[in-house]
């Protein structure tokens, strides 16, 4: 089982990203996948989830409006779209799934 994040860097204030994971080594469709995050000195956060069956959605209050996490099964991919990151954004995000976690990739939000 192997998940691989990319997408991360470095954006200003307001601007966008979108992250995809890559996942390998496990049939993709059947699991919830989710998006964490962890910024230095606080826990690890958990962000966005989407379901395996019909696709639904969860997302924690901090970036409710602002995230969107959606899925590809034909690719086995999950992605995080984010829209007016602020600098409290800043942090590691990770995918997570089937008891799986990719390395992460540094999202950083500062002008």
């Known amino acids: 089982v192997q998940l691989v994040e990319s997408g991360g860097g470095l954006v200003q204030p307001g601007g966008s990203l979108r992250l995809s994971c890559a996942a390998s080594?496990?049939?993709?469709?059947?699991?919830?996948m989710n998006w964490h995050r962890q910024a230095p000195g606080k826990e690890r956060e958990l962000v966005a989830t989407i379901t395996s069956t019909d696709g639904s959605t969860n997302y924690a209050d901090s970036i409710k409006g602002r995230f969107t996490i959606s899925r590809d099964n034909a690719k086995n991919t999950v992605y995080l779209q984010m829209n007016g990151l602020k600098p409290e954004d800043t942090a590691v995000y990770y995918c997570?799934?089937?008891?799986?976690w990719g390395q992460g990739t540094q999202v950083t939000v500062s002008s």
């Open positions: 080594g496990f049939t993709f469709r059947r699991y919830a």
């Open positions: 997570n799934g089937a008891g799986a």
